[in-house]
Nanobody, 125 residues
Framework: QLQLEESGGGLVQPGGSLRLSCAASGFTLDRYAIGWFRQVPGVEREGVSCITKSDGSTSYADSVKGRFAISIDYAKNTFYLQMNSLEPEDTGVYYC??????????????????WGQGTQVTVSS
């Protein structure tokens, strides 16, 4: 059974850092598109960062460029979102996602078929 399990969320002060992890089971990540999304109440789920092509190229939302980094550890079948210089506007529920189809350009939720349960990130003093 294909599963994604997130961890690493929590409460952090502005300017702080967190690393989110997404452990995959039931499939191997090397042939999947992956992504991180966040959602706040009343707003559509937003793509934060994705790797959607076999060349491993990354994409980032403009609001997180230079502060967040997506990475994959194939040996652990886990991918990560390193979040630095966190701002209150980064607050939300963060979801990891994967899909067996690669090659699309847009880091948007409808392109992904498998989702984790979500982890809360709160940036507040």
């Amino acid at each position: 059974q294909l599963q994604l399990e997130e961890s690493g969320g929590g409460l952090v002060q502005p300017g702080g850092s967190l690393r989110l992890s997404c452990a995959a089971s039931g499939f191997t990540l090397d042939r999947y598109a992956i992504g991180w999304f966040r959602q706040v109440p009343g707003v559509e789920r937003e793509g934060v960062s994705c790797i959607t092509k076999s060349d491993g190229s990354t994409s980032y939302a403009d609001s997180v460029k230079g502060r967040f980094a997506i990475s994959i550890d194939y040996a652990k079948n886990t991918f990560y979102l390193q979040m630095n210089s966190l701002e209150p506007e980064d607050t939300g529920v963060y979801y990891c996602a994967a899909d067996p189809f690669r090659g699309f350009d847009l880091c948007v939720a409808p392109n992904f078929g498998h989702w984790g349960q979500g982890t809360q990130v709160t940036v507040s003093s």
